[in-house]
Structures are given as structure tokens and as C-alpha cells.
């Protein structure tokens, strides 16, 4: 099995920054084997969507609305990922949650909760 700890979330002005991080732990040949890890996003009252992703190799995908604003990025030799939020926006309030791609299977976090206040 695969465990992802996500940190860092809290409450933020808007305008600041926050920086979460995931740490994924569990069965080695598993954890060696990391596609994808990502960051989505669920606001109360609405579906859950993708916010950042990064491959492997490094290839990063943003939401449109974070693009600019958001930086994902991993370690590759720690297991760990991470979500750098500047310029945050009340719209950027939502639970944050981890998730990794180790094919064939999906895992996510428990999800930390990032509230932007005006």
C-alpha cells in the first residue's frame, strides 16, 4: 500500500503565499515506480479539479486560473511533491489534496485544507 501525507495548508490574505507538500511512502517497489504526481482542488459545493501536475521527467500542467500564479515541483530521490501558492486568491480556497500515479493505480491524499481570506 501507498501513503500520501500532505502539509502546509492553513489560512492566507489574499495576495500571500502558501507552499503545500505531499510525501508518499508505502511499499518500495511501488514508490520507485511514481508516474504522475498532482495537485487537485474541491471547493465547497463544486467538483473536484485538477490544479498541477508533474511527470516523472518533470513535464508540469497547470489549471488555467493558478497558471503564473502556482508552482508544482518534486524530488524525485524524497517521494515528495510540492505546491508553491503565490498570489493567492479567495477563489484558490478549496481542500487540497495529493494525488499519485503509480500504474495501474491512483492514490490520494486525505486533502489539507487552504482558506484565502480577503
Known amino acids: ?32 515506480n511514481i508516474d ?3 495537485w487537485y482542488r474541491q471547493a465547497p459545493g ?14 508540469t500542467d497547470y489549471a488555467d486560473s493558478v ?12 517521494n515528495t511533491a510540492s505546491l508553491q501558492m503565490n498570489g493567492a486568491k479567495p477563489e484558490d480556497t478549496a481542500v487540497y489534496y495529493c494525488r499519485v500515479s503509480i500504474p495501474p493505480k491512483v492514490y490520494w491524499g486525505q486533502g489539507t485544507q487552504v482558506t484565502v481570506s480577503s
Not at 497558471?67 to 524524497?78: L, P, Q, V
Open 36 to 38: 504522475t504526481m498532482g
Open 1 to 32: 500500500q501507498v501513503q500520501l501525507v500532505e502539509s502546509g495548508g492553513g489560512l492566507v490574505q489574499a495576495g500571500g503565499s502558501l507552499r503545500l507538500s505531499c510525501a508518499a511512502s508505502g511499499m518500495i517497489f511501488r514508490i520507485n
Open 46 to 59: 463544486k467538483q473536484r479539479e485538477l490544479v498541477a501536475t508533474i511527470t516523472s521527467g518533470g513535464t
Open 67 to 78: 497558471a503564473g500564479r502556482f508552482t508544482i515541483s518534486r524530488d524525485n530521490a524524497k
